[in-house]
């Protein structure tokens, strides 16, 4: 005890300790008792579930293994189209189905940059310097120079501050979601966004709000409801994130988001807006800069800004960009980004020159354009079918005009569309879905995509073709509205002989 | 208040550390040997100053007392959230630092480390300032401070919705 200096009395304190109050020594013997008890107890978990064994037991007697493979129904739509349709080739303005040579209304090419030649040079040159694949993440030896040029090239492109690169187109929203917005904030979304946002949605653990697809009122109806509450709670509502996410252009119905009274809705009421442009990158706008340049609202608008470089663009992965700070951001907590090894880079030399060659060529904006209109034009007077989508859209569904009510037997007959329309050389496909995992029930339609390279009369054929293959199955339903043969089961046949020579 | 902030710096820098692995389990047992070595220095201080100055030697511990406790309630049972992003999607947003020790386990080593330094330092407050009744009131509040959140029946408790967002 050198520190207690030699004025204390250690004697006058021990004559303390004998003279204590006795409250004061029922506190301290109290006190020790607690930290007795403490240190004899054995730790547990508060959360956690105790069971008894009986309670296990019966739980071990009701677990059925789940199959390690479920079971595959034999008219599952993929295997079905395996045996049906054998591609060969190239999926450009042509593709070589069975054989034959079919107008590709099924993939989306809008741009027409799939097998151009200029990209496919670039893409070979970068496969010469750098190899197939990047073989890391971003942050882990993945990072090629390229990389850094599309971004920098897409941050210019779509005047802001800063781009990151994904890997996967479907992954971008899917990362970018969650990286912001956490558990215990607020998430208003339209009903009818696409696979991927949703996702990024559950991913996320916020609350969300759906509003009616493009149903402005609705939406505005929702955050009203929240101020109310806000104003109830403010301390709640101060550590509160708000977020919109919406679809620039809907891959499931065609149409285009309402941008403008968005960002009006935004500033009101305090919340940012996650804009996915899967779609509309490439395709909507003069310059294909998407949705903001279509209604010309600067992109400093919208917090964020996610788009595919799988659609218009031809290559694979995907971008956000954004504010500088809000791009950063997810450079280390993007999960898609951290965990997922970079795009390879050839392809993200590809994706540069296609920038390129869109910079340099606005005149296939145009035409694709008139392309969508003019095949929207054609669809709209058809007969027993119902078309959705934006005229300017590239995406549009075909839709029958009657259904039958059941979705399954509605897709069945698409499906006989497609198969007719095939069989005279126009390649379509019906929408799938993952039904069970979808927000709401899809409708079933035929969705089709315009490329800009198609001429008038290829358009005109199409048409034609279409309106013939619905009459036809149409025709044959109201006529026998059983047994009805498919033109492909001959091909089905020839398919069946060709693999048992295999 | 030198070596609290010393403490406060040192805890803030690896108080994540234990929500992501098992390592950290002996990081946090380390920041506590450091804060209590920190602790004791700084009671050797006050002592020693104290005593040379005009403010009595009993006052010096009963001070030491109420900082300690104050600035750990402040930093084990006000403070939420984690300094850096976690991957739980915000789960660590509602909960404060002495939840998210252990992964909300009772009675860990560390939790029960933690539990008697307030008491032992109560005790050596109570010594010193002679059992005077009003460094005992003062000294027995915030020892309470300290002693109540961390009962588990308190377990992600909020009073009255007292710092619940």
Redesign the interface.
């Known amino acids: 005890m050198a520190?207690?200096?030699a004025?204390?009395d250690m004697y006058?304190?021990i004559q303390?300790?004998l003279?204590?109050?006795w409250y004061?020594m029922v506190?301290?013997v109290a006190?020790v008792l607690?930290?007795v008890k403490?240190?004899i107890?054995?730790?547990?978990?508060?959360?956690k579930t105790v069971l008894t064994d009986k309670e296990k037991e019966t739980l071990v007697e009701e677990w059925v293994p789940e199959p390690l493979a479920p079971d595959v129904p034999d008219d599952h739509p993929i295997l079905k189209s395996m045996e049906k349709y054998c591609i060969e080739g190239q999926n450009g303005k042509y593709v070589t189905v069975n054989g034959k040579s079919c107008i590709n209304l099924a993939s989306f090419n809008f741009l027409s940059m799939v097998g151009k030649k200029e990209i496919e040079d670039e893409a070979l040159k970068a496969l010469k310097v750098y190899g197939v694949g990047s073989c890391g993440p971003r942050g882990f030896y993945g990072t090629m120079d390229v990389h850094l040029h599309l971004e920098d090239d897409l941050a210019k492109f779509m005047n802001c501050e800063e781009a990151i690169l994904y890997s996967y187109g479907f992954a971008t929203i899917a990362s970018a979601i969650?990286a912001y917005s956490?558990?215990?904030?607020i998430i208003y979304a339209d009903e009818n966004v696409g696979f991927a946002v949703q996702k990024g949605l559950t991913?996320?653990?916020s609350h969300i709000r759906w509003f009616r697809h493009n149903d402005m009122e609705h939406l505005e109806s929702l955050l009203i409801e929240q101020e109310k509450l806000d104003k109830k709670n403010p301390?709640?509502a101060?550590?509160t994130r708000r977020f919109i996410v919406v679809e620039g252009l809907y891959l499931n119905s065609g149409d285009i988001c309402p941008l403008p009274k968005l960002v009006e809705l935004k500033w009101k009421y305090k919340v940012r807006i996650f804009l996915e442009e899967a779609m509309s990158f490439g395709v909507l706008g003069q310059t294909g800069r998407g949705v903001t340049e279509h209604f010309e609202i600067s992109p400093d608008h919208i917090d964020l800004i996610a788009a595919s470089l799988e659609t218009a663009i031809a290559s694979t992965g995907g971008f956000c960009c954004g504010k500088k700070f809000i791009i950063d951001h997810q450079r280390?907590?993007g999960?898609g980004y951290c965990f997922s090894a970079s795009q390879p880079p050839m392809l993200a030399s590809a994706a540069l020159q296609a920038l390129k060659m869109l910079e340099s060529k606005p005149r296939i904006l145009v035409d694709l354009r008139e392309n969508c209109e003019r095949f929207h034009q054609k669809l709209m007077n058809m007969p027993g079918v119902k078309v959705i989508g934006d005229p300017i859209s590239p995406i549009k569904h075909l839709m029958l005009a009657e259904p039958a009510g059941d979705p399954g037997l509605d897709v069945r007959t698409l499906e006989m569309v497609v198969d007719n329309a095939m069989n005279d050389g126009v390649a379509l496909t019906v929408s799938r879905y993952l039904e069970p995992e979808e927000h709401l029930p899809k409708d079933p339609s035929i969705r089709l995509s315009v490329n800009c390279e198609l001429t008038h009369e290829e358009i005109d054929r199409s048409a034609d073709i279409i309106s013939q293959s619905f009459q036809a199955v149409l025709g044959k339903l109201t006529t026998r509205s059983l047994d009805v043969s498919s033109p492909l089961n001959s091909v089905q046949q020839d398919n069946r002989s060709l693999k048992a020579s295999r | 208040m030198y070596c609290y902030h010393l403490v406060l710096l040192a805890l803030s820098e690896h108080w994540d550390g234990f929500k992501i692995d098992d390592l950290s389990h002996i990081g946090i047992r380390t920041e506590c040997v450091f804060e209590l070595t920190k602790i004791v220095e700084g009671c050797?201080n006050a002592?020693?100053y104290t005593?040379?100055s005009s403010v009595d030697?009993t006052v010096a511990w009963t001070l030491t007392n109420v900082l300690h406790d104050v600035s750990m309630f402040v930093m084990l049972h006000v403070t939420k959230g984690t300094p850096w992003?976690t991957?739980d999607?915000?789960?660590a947003?509602?909960e404060t630092q002495w939840e998210q020790i252990?992964?909300?386990?009772?009675?860990?080593?560390t939790?029960?480390f933690l539990?008697?330094v307030p008491?032992v330092l109560?005790?050596l407050a109570?010594?010193?300032s002679?059992?005077d009744?009003y460094h005992?009131v003062i000294n027995?509040s915030v020892l309470a401070l300290n002693?109540i959140p961390k009962l588990?029946q308190l377990?992600k408790v909020r009073l009255f919705g007292i710092n619940?967002?």
């Open positions: 520190v207690i200096p004025t204390w006058d304190l303390g300790v003279q204590a109050p004061h506190f301290e006190l607690l930290i403490i240190y107890s054995q730790s547990f978990s508060p959360e969650p956490k558990r215990g904030d991913a996320s653990r301390k709640k101060k550590v280390l907590s999960l | 050797k002592v020693y005593s040379r030697g992003e991957p999607q915000g789960v947003r509602t252990d992964f909300g386990k009772q009675f860990t080593a939790k029960k539990t008697t008491v109560f005790f109570s010594f010193y002679r059992y009744k005992f027995a002693l588990p377990h619940k967002y």
